[in-house]
């Protein structure tokens, strides 16, 4: 089984294309869900989040306010670096878990959407391909803006909370451009899948010829050992 991370930058269109994959019968783990699952109440995480920011993060059900410790961790680099350091431990275990799972249910690769894979680099070394989700800047800045309600100056900070995406873009084996219509993104995705899967089907076959061309080398060493006379 092989690892894919596919990232990109805050609301390039992540998700929208992991939707694809996932459609298409791969199998996929979202970072973001896990992230939201390990700070529910009663979790080793939500207890942290309180120990380190107070009670002014939680809404009235005990539940973390994610509007406010948003506002609150993508304005502050120093207390971003005190949320990932509780949050990040907990998720990547979950995410071991999940891609474990999906292991021994027989899958061939796994697709993990990870938004922070070249901010952290942690997890860079596990993945044989990398795919960002790229949308140019203006795109990015109106999709995000509309899509959390946020004014300009939130949404300019949410983007500089991470890597620029052209860094991304150089970092990467495979680039989806979404700065364009869906149904564009869409086919590319497909295509992208496609090859994926050929790669797949590459590694098999070349693992049989290296065997095949061992297995001759030593046919001829024995055949030569027998037939040449000895010293
Ligand atoms: C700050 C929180 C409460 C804001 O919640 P909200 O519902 O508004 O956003 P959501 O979780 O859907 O994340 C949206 C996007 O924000 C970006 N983002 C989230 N956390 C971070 C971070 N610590 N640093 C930079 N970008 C981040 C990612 O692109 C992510 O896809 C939440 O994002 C969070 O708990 N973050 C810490 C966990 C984390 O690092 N998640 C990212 C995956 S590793
Ligand atoms: N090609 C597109 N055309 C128009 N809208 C799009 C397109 N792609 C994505 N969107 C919209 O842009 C927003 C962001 O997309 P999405 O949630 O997939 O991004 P993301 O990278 O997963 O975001 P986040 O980093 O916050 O998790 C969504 O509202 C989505 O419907």
Not at 32 to 46: E, K, N, S, T, Y
Not at 151 to 156: F, G, I, K, T, V
Request: aromatic letters at 6%.
């Amino acid at each position: 089984m092989f690892l894919v991370g596919l990232t990109g930058g805050i609301a390039s269109g992540k998700s929208s294309v992991l939707q694809v994959f996932q459609q298409l019968g791969c199998a996929v783990v979202d970072v973001d869900i896990i992230a939201r699952r390990i700070v529910q109440p009663g979790r080793p995480a939500h207890r942290r989040i309180v120990e380190v920011f107070g009670t002014e993060v939680l809404l009235e059900n005990g539940e973390i306010n994610r509007k406010v410790l948003g506002d609150l961790i993508f304005k502050q680099p120093d207390q971003r670096q005190l949320l990932n350091a509780i949050t990040h431990p907990e998720i990547h275990k979950e995410m071991m878990k999940e891609t474990f799972k999906y292991f021994l249910q027989g899958h061939r690769y796994v697709i993990l959407d990870i938004p922070l894979l070249f901010e952290t680099k942690k997890l860079l070394r596990y993945m044989k391909h990398t795919i960002v989700v790229y949308c140019d800047r203006d795109t990015q800045l109106a999709r995000l803006m509309k899509r959390n309600g946020l004014s300009l100056e939130d949404a300019e900070a949410r983007i500089q909370a991470q890597l620029p995406l052209k860094d991304k873009v150089r970092m990467a084996n495979h680039v989806l451009d979404n700065s364009g219509n869906w149904g564009d993104t869409r086919r590319q995705a497909i295509l992208l899948h496609l090859r994926l899967e050929r790669s797949l089907e590459y590694l098999p076959l070349r693992l049989s010829v290296l065997m095949g061309l061992a297995g001759i080398t030593s046919l001829l060493y024995l055949l030569a050992r027998c037939l040449l006379p000895s010293p």
